[in-house]
């Protein structure tokens, strides 16, 4: 629980000394936070909190029958805040109708916690044997866009002021139309009348957390009528006072600022916004029609299911650590696709897949996006990616515009309030932290692990709500105990811990052997031509400090490929650059210890791993750096265990590359949020962004 305190006087100091935070990893980074903190509302053996709401399918044919949300402690560490034994279920609302009050459920988690901010939470400190008075801070509040109305009190994203985390910006509507979207540039051939307000600069956006919102609170309360209510509720977006309002202003960030975005939710609703764009599946305009528009390449049946049977085949040559691979996309779209498997898809296979399918300006638009993406989901982020994300988002939203929507009035519901916030991510990442941080999964995980533990089928309902009764009871008892918890099982028999988060494990050669062709060569030049060439034992396994595990050809290739999530591939340090090759197998080579050594030989645990080649330059800019694209190379080097980063894919393919040589090769993905790499090759300039548009809408 001292994790927060000490992290923050960590990044106090640095900002007292440098004036800079250089790399984002917690909310603790956000000045969202920070400001809390200066500002004396958060102190030292204060308690952050997080309440995240969203909807559960208990059943596997239908909608979300229930709800429930639960209570995130921040001040424990990230790699504990978000595990079962942390996560508080704090209630249930219970289906299978929706509920027409939602308040009335809500209303009793928020009182308890007014009561205990109003009378402070009394903690005895086993470490240090002292007993203090805490108060409790509710710094965000999450939710998916329509479940975000029940905290907030606004309008939904169709309303005029739609955006999640009210930034000010107003939408645009059809004629005679009553649903507002989020776009940025006027329509040039019609606008409906208060819909006609000039371009907004996506380079310029307001952040969120309008501080108009109590002003127009004030005015919506004071509404003398009905229809004034009607009025003045689409003008300001606001619906109702939020419960948030109840709590004491020092001890929550207050409403608009503790709304967040929701990375998770946002990947699913872009994923369908762009597959439906593509298969031309989306609403069209009475006055267009889908023919005209020449984005639409999976429309076609016959192109549909191979690029379906194309994901599929994809699936073995994803490691085991990225989760949940995808299916086929064409088959299983519309029977329960899994958010996991749209963050696979859309943000790894689709740019390589879509590579010459798509046309050349959608398709190099649609890599900015992804690019930026990823860079924003990483669970550590620099002020470089932070200036790359916001140029990369922002010139894609505004191409977006103009390529799709085309400054057309009956093509504005292209542009969904997915697009929109995807603008504020930058934004949003420096007040408050990584996205990943407050984003859905650890609902979306509690949600399924109480599923799971439901073993009655009849009152679903009221056997859910027992589970997370005794999920808070068992939580509670363990966080005081831990003894009665079970012990962390430690690296399994016949590991070896090689230190900094890397161990080397079994499958292992029972008898040493001589190693033979190019891997038997580079063991020669690494040892040195005076020494004798040494018998060896071959390594399956490496443990990652990142978690993953790395492993080998000579064991995975025993398996056919379909039984097979291929895992040999990884991401390395290769002379100063991030480079990719495929270990053959781990060993531990006899050498010379150094001077300050006690023996007179060591072990040097090293990789035997054939290489790939660079990326190709060309495709890599044209990309954005999301197709890297790599030819499997002769050379076998001997890289030494700590210099490889993480387990990575590579996945055949055959392009045609903008020289014009068509070749198979390999295209490479990362797991999402993990440290994606740089590799050298410097995205498109910003544009001008001063430019006017002309009526024809173009620049």
């Known amino acids: 629980m001292h994790y927060l305190h000490e992290c923050t006087q960590e990044v106090l100091a640095e900002l ?19 400001g809390a903190v200066i500002d004396g509302d958060i102190k030292e053996n204060d308690i952050v909190l997080m309440v ?6 208990l059943y596997e044919s239908k909608q979300s029958d229930c709800w429930m949300y639960v209570w995130v402690i921040l001040n424990l560490s990230p790699d504990k805040r978000y595990r079962k034994l942390h996560v508080r279920p704090g209630g249930f609302i219970p289906g299978p109708n929706k509920p027409k009050n939602v308040d009335s459920f809500l209303v009793v988690g928020m009182h308890h916690l007014a009561a205990v901010q109003n009378e402070g939470l009394v903690i005895w400190d086993a470490s240090c044997n002292i007993i203090f008075k805490s108060d409790l801070y509710l710094i965000f509040m999450t939710a998916d866009g329509p479940g975000l109305i029940y905290w907030d009190g606004m309008v939904g994203h169709s309303g005029k002021n739609g955006c999640r985390i009210y930034c000010g910006v107003t939408g645009r509507r059809k004629i005679c139309g009553t649903h507002y979207y989020p776009v940025l540039l006027k329509p040039r051939d019609q606008c409906a009348q208060g819909s006609d307000h000039d371009d907004i600069n996506v380079f310029a956006l307001p952040p969120g957390g309008s501080d108009g919102y109590a002003d127009n609170l004030r005015r919506l309360v004071a509404s003398p009528s009905q229809r004034q209510w009607d009025i003045r509720k689409t003008e300001t977006g606001i619906t109702k006072p939020a419960l948030i309002l109840g709590l004491s202003p020092s001890c929550c960030l207050g409403i608009p600022f503790c709304m967040t975005t929701d990375a998770m939710h946002l990947a699913g609703n872009l994923s369908d916004l762009f597959l439906g764009l593509w298969r031309g599946t989306m609403d069209c305009g009475t006055t267009d029609s889908v023919d005209t528009w020449d984005w639409v390449v999976l429309r076609d049946a016959d192109t549909w299911s191979a690029h379906g049977d194309a994901v599929e085949k994809a699936g073995p040559y994803l490691p085991g650590s990225f989760d949940c691979k995808p299916r086929n996309i064409a088959e299983k779209l519309n029977t329960s696709y899994k958010t996991w498997e749209f963050q696979l898809y859309t943000f790894g296979l689709t740019p390589a897949l879509l590579y010459n399918i798509l046309p050349n300006k959608y398709w190099t638009n649609y890599c900015k996006f992804v690019r930026g993406f990823q860079l924003m989901c990483q669970h550590r982020i620099t002020a470089q990616d932070i200036g790359d994300a916001h140029i990369l988002l922002c010139m894609w939203e505004r191409e977006f515009e103009l390529l799709y929507y085309q400054l057309k009035e009956d093509r504005l519901q292209i542009i969904r309030p997915c697009v929109h916030q995807t603008s504020h991510l930058v934004s949003e990442t420096v007040l408050k932290g990584p996205p990943i941080c407050y984003a859905q999964w650890t609902m979306e995980w509690t949600i399924g692990n109480l599923g799971q533990e439901i073993r009655q089928p009849s009152q679903p309902y009221a056997n859910l709500s027992q589970e997370g009764v005794c999920r808070c009871r068992v939580n509670t008892l363990l966080s005081a105990m831990p003894e009665l918890d079970e012990p962390s099982k430690g690296l399994p028999d016949g590991a070896v811990d090689l230190g900094d988060g890397y161990a080397l494990l079994r499958k292992r050669d029972k008898n040493p052997l001589f190693p033979v ?4 060569e580079a063991i020669q030049n690494f040892l040195g031509l005076g020494r004798e060439l040494p018998r060896i034992k071959r390594w399956a396994r490496l443990l990652l400090p990142n978690g993953q595990i790395a492993c080998c050809a000579w064991r995975e290739m025993l398996k056919s490929i379909e039984q097979t999530r291929m895992s040999r591939n990884v991401k390395i340090k290769y002379d100063g650059q991030d480079r990719f090759g495929e270990v053959l197998y781990f060993t531990r080579l006899a050498v010379e210890a150094d001077i300050d050594h006690e023996d007179d030989w060591q072990f040097a645990d090293v990789a035997i791993i054939q290489m790939y080649s660079i990326p190709d330059e060309n495709l890599l800019r044209l990309s954005s750096q999301t197709v890297a694209s790599c030819t499997r190379l002769e050379t076998v080097a001997i890289v030494n265990v700590k210099h490889i980063i993480s387990v990575v894919a590579m996945i055949p393919h055959r392009p045609t590359l903008p020289s014009g040589v ?15 790499s740089n590799l050298g090759v410097p995205y498109g300039g910003q544009q001008d962004n001063d430019n006017d548009i002309d009526e024809t809408g173009v620049e």
């Open 517 to 520: 062709g190019d891997a038997a």
């Open 662 to 676: 068509t070749e198979d090769r390999f295209f490479m993905i990362e797991k999402p949020g993990l440290d994606i």
């Open 16 to 34: 007292r000394q440098t004036g800079t935070i250089p790399v984002i990893d917690d909310i603790v980074m956000g000045f969202d936070y920070l």
């Open 52 to 57: 995240s709401l969203d909807g559960a399918q």
